[in-house]
């Protein structure tokens, strides 16, 4: 104690690194909720072609607030993961999962699909 007495820099260099310690960690907790939302479709593929009409879309998804196939809203589970069943027309599909956070950012995944 004695020391930091009597060198000022050295309380002022503690109190520095300090605040840059508490400014990293928030920039990094905060990292998922400046980066908006994300959604993966893990299934189906793009130009993917089926024999059978009821399909399944899977995927995942972070930092939503609501996620919607087809804009009808569907939900995830805890971690984040969706799967959904869905019903195609014969020939070409559109299938559109879109995603927005609580700060009103969005983002579409488009799969186009063929059914024979």
Do not use: C, H, W
């Amino acid at each position: 104690m004695l020391f930091m007495r009597r060198n000022p820099l050295v309380k002022i260099a503690i109190i520095l690194g300090l605040v840059l310690a508490f400014v990293s960690y928030g920039f990094y907790v905060a990292k998922d909720y400046r980066d908006g939302p994300k959604v993966v479709v893990e299934s189906p593929e793009d130009n993917q072609v089926f024999k059978n009409a009821d399909i399944v879309i899977k995927g995942n998804a972070k930092n939503i607030s609501s996620l919607f196939l087809n804009g009808r809203q569907i939900f995830t589970n805890e971690n984040g993961d969706f799967k959904e069943e869905l019903l195609i027309a014969k020939g070409y599909n559109i299938i559109t999962v879109s995603a927005k956070d609580k700060f009103n950012r969005d983002i579409k995944v488009i799969r186009k699909i063929i059914l024979k």
